[in-house]
């Protein structure tokens, strides 16, 4: 395509204004880079085609590091959600997640808002249909309309437009999310570069009408009493909270399904791609898990000014009569009135082991690429991408090196470490499970292990820095008076709280610490037993709870991340020739060569690599690094 007409010229320009793009150019302009964000549809910024909500086990870890870093989606949540909650309380702190359900409408005017009042950052409807590339560099974009928009990097965040396909039933046609229009040529243009795409898909349950639902024969699921919020920096608290409502599929809703298998696109060859394993349709769902003779079902609103619900729990493609016919067989909803149908939607993906750490391309320089262009899922995922392409095409902009954040620092970090090392065959979601060091990434600490980053890449202000420097401080102190008291069993102060909180009174001097180690021990109760000088914050104590009631724990892991640095610290040379390693299996070779692992850490980690391949590869680094420097001691020499 050749352009019309000169457009303008940017330092970072971003393709889509999704969950990944809006973090990725806040994230460039904040940084001093002035920055383009094209869309589509300048009315479905930050949309949510899918479930109204934010956060979760894993999701609400990323938001709560996304905001740690100086991004936006926090901050948006905590002024625009309908309900809030603290999810797994009963478990330990490694697992406490914060959910919000969102009011999609409001979530999007606000960050579209956010983005129009930014610094440096220009908002404008345009579909990109080519790149501009040089060279093997990238140097801008061309729009449908003929207009070239020049820059010093680009970051593609196209989220499931790329071809994409929505299908109910045996109708099939090209679109993106709910009928918006679909990018088809900068799809086919990605192909031509070079990029090794994937077809994948994913999907939306039906939306019904909150009126034609009886919601006295549901389970209410309310917000949580107390004030949460996603954010460091909120202050005021959403506490006017909307229910969600609980009912469950049955025998005949199975039923319904079995009948009509041979209607559902999945089943009768007219999906092609790949499905997420971890958010399976309803129909998918009956035929794995034949044995269950139910399935949940939540009711949650889409926003505070619309009667429209969402059915999560009820993913489909299947035909809109039989949706209907399922719908009506759930509890509460025997009269219920159907909306919208759902739907599922196929898409392109490029495979995210062309990337680097720092979610450049390896093919193309200049070319960042975030959200569900990488094979994820999920809004978090997606904005949590976002932010550190944003963050590494500004710094490539500016001449500095990227941020990459590790495992153990982060589940942004295990999220694209998993994606540019091991890739994936399925829409890859986040999960606790996937984080080896999910200890130390707690929902409580985000600000602790990331603020310090944010705060040098210039995203996180003075004000707040300082603040949180307070907090940190604040933190230590307490840490250290509590781990010097002593107390003594003829204390009757310490055994009354003791016989309060249900746990064995003292025989002994014993450490205060070590009280509060029990299980049935809290913070409150060492506040009543030893007083602090100055009153401590609610956040202040939760760490000192925290920190020092699982520190054998916490002490473990951190050995554990010691042992795994120094094998992060073993970079391997950009120029390593893989298929020269003998002694290698082949698979490894081959692995290797595509990947270009940057350290043996990362090697370590790619799928098909034993630690066999990464014996030998360590012994033949040892070789090489000594002829390396034998030929420079070489060269120096004959140059005095």
Known sequence: MKFTYDAGSFDVIVIGAGHAGCESALAAARMGCRTLLLTINLDAVAYMPCNPSVGGPAKGHVVREIDALGGEMGKNTDKTHIQMRLLNTGKGPAVHALRAQADKHAYSREMKRTIENTPNLLLRQAMVEELIVNNGVCEGVITQTGACYRAKAVVLTTGTYLRGKIIIGDLQYESGPNNMRPSVRLAYHLKELGFEMVRFKTGTPPRVHKSSVNFAEMEIQPGDSVPRAFSYETTQYIMDQLPCWLTYTNERTHEIITNNLHRAPMYSGII?????????????????????????????????????????????????????????????????????????????????????PS??????????????????????????????????????????????????????????????????????????????????????????????????????????????????????????????????????????????????????????????????????????????????????????????????????????????????????????????????????????????????????????????????????????????????????????
């Open 272 to 356: 092609e791609g790949t499905g997420p394993r971890y958010c399976p349709s309803i129909e998918d769902k009956v035929v794995r898990f034949s044995d269950k003779p139910r399935h949940q079902v939540f009711l949650e609103p889409e926003g505070r000014h619309t009667e429209e619900m969402y059915v999560q729990g009820l993913s489909t493609s299947l035909p809109e009569d039989v949706q209907l016919a399922m719908l009506r067989t759930l509890k509460g909803m025997e009269q219920v009135e159907m909306m919208r149908a759902g739907y599922a939607i196929e898409y392109d993906a490029i495979v995210p082991t062309q990337l680097w």
């Open 359 to 640: 979610l450049e391309t390896k093919l193309i320089e200049g070319l960042f690429t975030a959200g569900q262009i990488n094979g994820t899922s999920g809004y978090e995922e997606a904005a949590g991408q976002g932010l550190i392409a944003g963050i590494n095409a500004a710094r490539k902009v500016q001449g500095k090196p990227p941020v990459i954040l590790r495992r153990d620092q982060a589940y942004i970090g295990v999220l694209i470490d998993d994606l540019v090392t091991k890739g994936t065959n399925e829409p890859y979601r986040l999960l606790t499970s996937r984080a080896e060091y999910r200890l130390l990434l707690r929902h409580d600490n985000a600000d602790l292990r990331l603020t310090d980053i944010g705060y040098e890449i210039g995203l996180i202000s003075p004000e707040r820095y300082a603040r949180f420097c307070k907090k940190r401080e604040m933190i230590e102190q307490e840490k250290e008076r509590i781990m010097n008291i002593r107390v003594r069993p003829d204390n009757p102060v310490v055994q009354q709280v003791l016989r309060e909180a249900g746990t064995p009174e003292l025989s002994e001097v014993t450490e205060l610490a070590q009280l509060l180690r029990r299980p049935e021990i809290t913070y409150e109760h060492i506040r009543r037993i030893a007083p602090a000088e100055t009153e401590i914050p609610a956040e202040v104590a939760e760490q000192v709870e925290i920190q020092i009631k699982y520190e054998g724990y916490i002490r473990k892991s951190l050995e554990q991340v010691e042992r795994m640095k120094k094998v992060e610290e073993k970079r391997i040379p950009a120029d390593i020739d893989y298929h020269q390693i003998s002694g290698m299996s082949k698979e490894a070779r081959e692995k290797m060569s595509k990947i270009r692992p940057l350290n043996i850490g990362q090697a370590s980690r790619i799928s098909g690599v034993n630690p066999a391949d990464i014996s030998v590869l360590m012994i033949y680094l040892e070789h090489y690094n000594r002829v390396v420097a034998q030929s420079a001691e070489q060269a120096g020499g004959s140059g005095n």
